[in-house]
């Protein structure tokens, strides 16, 4: 499914709001178990303080204690007095926090104590003991378990003094922490939460649950106990499952319980992660699953309903502007132009439909298809009245040079300004279309002769004069028009738009008249030019085509140095066609390519025949016509040196007559070519000198052979002044560039004498002989040569 589409995108968006939706949720979930997490941790670690408060003040109450009995001699009386034991029971019996009370001598001998045991009992090398002797302050031991209690207790000393101010032993308070466990069950649920009491060394001195199996056990080697340490028994860490001893994910709290004179005894507390991430993961899970429901539920209603209430009337929209595109001008989008969006886009786009099956963007004039309409309409008119219509295509001349010198958007600029300029000249007397580029067509019902069409058209003309600016430049265009009437030239108005097109494409062409008026005659001559390529096409294959042959003779010997060889047609309908009706045609249609190689190969291989047969003939040169399109052919060297391997033909025989005009446009170096040629060997030849632009400026680049002096100047070479004044120095200019000169077109004997007085070196024409074919020019060469031998 491509993203590109409405339905996709409308997905798209839907998946990103619910997606923001999903992140939400993840995030509110994240926010609830860090908030569940904290209550369950606050309360935990608010239970532990309150037992740690419980624990400080049965401390407390122990130090003031032993402060008291042995602040004087009370603490030695008590222990002498026979009632000691009795009295310590007493003490004891309403403090659930104290295990035991005793007196040790200075032996460390219990000589009274309140839990009453059947055997001596020292504690000669209790900690807490010896660390009494060494200071007047009350001791805080560590914990030990009991001989007398059995139990586990945090033990408090202080040495007392006897009558005499000395020493007389130690007064020892257990408190128990039995009481601890006891609270540690009470407060401790059965869903994977425990409590510990360690010392700072590892020592479980309480736990829940399963306490027998924890109490006494070193559990300094825990991952757990080690954060511990790392907080300073004081905060929150969290455990993965490689750091539980049970492999499950735990969440710990720390808090100080009691501080002794070398330990420290800590709550250690624990619970499972999953405790306080389960409510949030449910509402997690719920939100999810609704979220789901929701998706599938909205990308239901988006891909069908969105395909009916979006997608189907854009797709119309689409369909009709293809249609458009496509050609059909008259497809619309059949949606109701109601005020909201979508309606106001079919709205827009049928108005807008209209306009182009209409109106030319470019101008606002009516384009072709419009045009053609209204001129039909115009001709039913026309019919019924017995009228004449006139139907006149304009064109501006130097379009394709305006758009080759200054870009496609100036030229733009024109069509525009031309057809605005021209919608004003004519104004209400007929309908005026833009029918291409550069290119008007225009139907007149009021103009009903040649006269009044030659009157509009000067009109028109008026348009010429007023330049256009395009870029900062001035242009000033150039209209020729063809002009067809109904009903004599046609009676459709594409009949009639195809006889004007037929005027205005000779009048484009023509040197003489910008105006021209359609003639049958055009028809036969339009259906001539495209029946030609293909019957060319045939001829070639059919090797229709034949070479004649014009001598040519050097003036200063009277001897036939050369011929040139000229292409004929033999239609099998129309006899002999000569090349200024076909050459053009076959340059435009590209098929100069296979003529004129054809015309060279057939060219080359006849002067081949002829010298191998007739040996007088080895000095003479085969002069042969060569088109810009074949100059221009990459493989053309190359293909001109297989020739003449082939036929084993000198290339110093072979003379390539090319116009100037065709060797400015082959090439943006004519130099190049040349170059190319005479590294051949052969000849070259530039044909119709002096037709040109250029001609002086490149002559002095060319490494040319010999210049061939156009007809033009040599029919009024005896009677013009000029014409014989160019010929002269024509002939001075080409001498002393090293250059021979022949004059083509020679058909008189004064000619060639004048010529010959002027330095021409050779000449070429109907003084000498028509073209022939090549039986007949091998006879006249024969023939010519052997009369020149005798003289």
């Not at 408060?53 to 026979?82: C, H, I, K, W, Y």
């Not at 900062?472 to 006889?499: H, N, W, Y």
Request: aromatic fraction near 8%; glycine fraction near 8%.
């Amino acid at each position: 499914m491509a993203f590109g589409s409405l339905r996709a995108r409308l997905l798209l968006l839907l998946a990103a709001v619910f997606a923001i939706l999903v992140v939400t949720d993840v995030y509110q979930a994240l926010e609830r178990r860090r908030s569940d997490t904290h209550y369950i941790v606050d309360g935990l670690q608010a239970q532990a303080r309150l037992i740690a408060e419980q624990q400080g003040d049965a401390v407390r109450r122990t130090e003031s204690f032993l402060e008291f009995m042995t602040a004087s001699l009370n603490a030695s009386r008590l222990a002498a007095d026979p009632a000691c034991a009795s009295k310590l029971q007493a003490y004891i019996r309403d403090d659930e926090y104290l295990a035991n009370v005793f007196f040790a001598d200075l032996n460390g001998r219990v000589i009274c104590e309140a839990r009453l045991t059947t055997s001596p009992v020292s504690v000669r090398d209790r900690a807490y003991y010896l660390s009494a002797f060494k200071t007047p302050s009350v001791v805080a031991g560590e914990p030990v378990f009991g001989r007398m209690s059995g139990r586990w207790v945090l033990p408090f000393a202080r040495r007392y003094l006897n009558a005499n101010g000395e020493i007389g032993g130690v007064l020892v308070v257990a408190l128990d922490l039995g009481w601890v466990s006891q609270t540690l069950k009470d407060a401790t649920p059965s869903n994977g939460v425990f409590r510990s009491l360690v010392t700072s060394k590892g020592i479980v001195l309480a736990h829940q649950p399963d306490p027998n199996k924890w109490i006494g056990r070193d559990a300094s080697g825990f991952p757990g106990f080690k954060k511990l340490l790392a907080l300073n028994g004081d905060g929150t860490a969290e455990a993965s499952a490689r750091e539980t001893h049970d492999g499950i994910p735990k969440i710990y709290t720390f808090v100080p319980f009691a501080k002794t004179n070398n330990d420290t005894i800590y709550l250690w507390q624990g619970f499972p992660k999953e405790i306080a991430t389960a409510k949030a993961n449910n509402q997690f899970q719920s939100a999810l699953e609704l979220v789901g429901v929701l998706v599938l539920a909205s990308f239901f209603l988006a891909w069908f309903g969105g395909y009916h209430l979006l997608v189907r009337p854009i797709e119309a929209v689409v369909q009709a502007a293809r249609r458009i595109a496509g050609g059909d001008l008259n497809a619309r989008t059949g949606l109701s132009h109601s005020s909201h969006e979508i309606g106001q886009l079919a709205g827009a786009f049928d108005t807008m439909a209209g306009q182009v099956a209409r109106i030319d963007v470019l101008t606002g004039l009516p384009n072709l298809r419009s045009f053609e309409a209204s001129l039909a309409s115009l001709l039913d008119d026309a019919t019924r009245q017995h009228a004449r219509i006139a139907v006149i295509r304009l064109q501006i001349r130097e379009f394709d040079h305006i758009v080759g010198a200054h870009g496609l958007a100036h030229s733009v600029d024109v069509s525009r300004l031309a057809g605005q300029r021209l919608q004003r000249v004519v104004g209400n007397a007929g309908i005026l279309a833009r029918v291409g580029d550069g290119n008007f067509a225009g139907a007149f019902p009021a103009v009903r002769d040649a006269i009044q069409a030659i009157r509009l058209v000067e009109n028109i003309q008026a348009v010429e004069r007023e330049p256009i600016d395009i870029g900062g430049l001035s242009v000033t265009i150039k209209m020729c028009f063809g002009v067809s009437f109904f009903p004599e030239d046609g009676r459709s108005a594409d009949d009639l738009l195809q006889s004007a097109g037929m005027a205005l494409n000779l009048a484009h062409k023509s040197a003489i008249s910008d105006l021209l008026f359609y003639e049958q005659e055009m028809n036969a001559r339009q259906l001539k030019r495209i029946k030609r390529p293909v019957e060319m096409r045939q001829a070639i294959e059919e090797q229709s085509f034949e070479l004649h042959y014009q001598p040519q003779q050097a003036l200063n010997t009277g001897r036939l140095v050369g011929v040139e060889a000229l292409v004929r047609w033999n239609h099998a309908e129309e006899g002999q066609i000569s090349p200024a009706e076909f050459i053009g045609l076959a340059e435009e249609s590209g098929l100069i390519i296979p003529l004129g190689d054809w015309i060279l190969q057939r060219a080359v291989t006849q002067l081949a025949e002829w010298r191998s047969a007739h040996p007088a003939l080895s000095n003479l040169v085969m002069a042969v016509n060569i088109s810009a399109i074949q100059l221009a052919c990459p493989d053309f060297q190359d293909k001109l040196v297989r020739l003449l391997a082939q036929s084993g033909l000198p290339p110093g025989n072979l003379e390539l007559e090319i116009t100037e005009s065709v060797l400015m446009s082959a090439s943006s170096e004519p130099e190049k070519i040349v170059r190319q040629l005479k590294d051949v060997g052969v000849l070259l030849s530039i044909d119709d000198f002096g037709t040109g632009y250029s001609s002086l400026s490149y002559l002095k680049h060319l490494a040319a052979d010999k210049l061939k002096i156009d007809k033009s100047f040599v029919d009024n070479v005896i009677s013009d002044p000029d014409d014989m004044a160019i010929v002269e120095a024509t002939i001075a200019m080409a001498h002393k560039l090293g250059l021979a000169v022949i004059a083509e077109g020679v058909e008189s004997a004064g000619q060639a004498d004048e010529l010959e007085r002027l330095g021409c070196d050779q000449i070429q024409g109907y003084l000498l002989s028509k073209p022939m074919p090549a039986g007949p020019a091998l006879e006249f060469l024969c023939k010519a040569l052997n009369e020149t031998d005798k003289k």
